[in-house]
């Protein structure tokens, strides 16, 4: 087996945790990689040498296993990591929150043995892709595992979104902008302004304005067949496009397209999860 590990360099108390994993793998004939910058944060903090094969940066690499370690920020930092590679990715929380991990740091040893025995399922996560229509570059990864969102800029009042969903009628949602959601991404910026919280394989796609002028403007749940055709006015020169917390600014009348990407994010979960567990444990759902 071949695990490829990705970190925040926040680990505190926890690197020592960190450090006998890594050697827990070795000992069971696990192959490690690991990205540069937490190789040497580890290094930096634990004496001695680290079991680890290869160190990487952003090349392409392989692996059968990716492990995510920090909160919510870091799990989508790892996504990317892994990009189009089809990697099954398994967080282990040490960071606050921690809504998209399926283990805890204080049950690290835990996740190691399921790993070991194969005992674990993965779900199928939808992400979105991002293009602007006159060819203006949206970075190097253009997706989203939670969101795309369209926003004013600071010094701007709202912003217009005309929104064609697979050749309807434009809907024109004037507001302080606009959130598309997947489900992954459900429990996240779009619960914060009022979307609806969506199971996480679902194949739909949430939108939701961010303060609508309009007291009509409600969130919509479509198919996440559907391509977005989205065209931004305002009174400002710009606007910004975000996705996943990856920020760009567009000219002002800037057309974007929002669609199904056409990979998915595999994400490890312990055997007998549910979704309805997560929300209870920890959003407090009906508590």
């Known amino acids: 087996m071949v695990v490829a590990i990705y970190g925040s360099r926040r680990q505190g108390e926890y690197i020592t945790r960190i450090a006998r994993m890594l050697a ?5 004939g696990v192959k490690i990689i690991m990205h540069s910058k937490l190789y040497r944060h580890l290094r930096s ?47 282990v929380n040490t960071g606050h929150l921690g809504y998209l991990a399926a283990f805890n740091i204080e049950d690290i ?52 979104c005309s929104v064609n969903i697979d050749g309807s009628s434009p809907a024109r949602y004037q507001a302080d902008g606009l959130i598309v959601s997947t489900p992954t991404g459900s429990t996240g910026y779009n619960l914060s302004v009022g979307g609806p919280i969506i199971e996480p394989t679902a194949a739909v796609l949430v939108l939701s304005p961010i303060a609508a002028h309009s007291l009509t403007m409600r969130p919509l749940v479509i198919s996440d067949s559907n391509r977005l055709t ?26 974007i397209e929002i669609f199904k990407a056409p990979f998915e994010t595999l994400v490890i979960q312990r055997r007998g999860h549910r979704f309805t567990d997560t929300l209870r444990n920890k959003l407090l759902w009906g508590i």
């Open 230 to 255: 989205v065209e931004t006015t305002c009174r400002s020169r710009s606007f910004l496009v975000s996705f996943d917390g990856n920020s760009h600014p567009l000219k002002a009348g800037s057309t």
């Open 45 to 91: 903090e634990v004496p001695g040498e680290q079991p680890v094969d290869s160190v990487v940066g952003d090349e392409p690499f392989e692996a059968d296993v990716a492990i995510s370690l920090g909160g919510d920020g870091t799990f989508l930092r790892t996504a990317r990591w892994v990009g189009e590679r089809q990697i099954p990715i398994v967080g």
């Open 109 to 160: 040893q835990g996740m190691v043995d399921d790993l070991l025995a194969g005992d674990y399922v993965i779900e199928r996560r939808t992400l979105l892709k991002v293009e602007c229509a006159d060819g203006t570059s949206l970075g190097d990864y253009p997706y989203a595992l939670n969101e795309v969102a369209i926003l004013k800029t600071e010094d701007a009042s709202m912003i217009t």
């Open 24 to 28: 827990t793998l070795h000992e069971n």
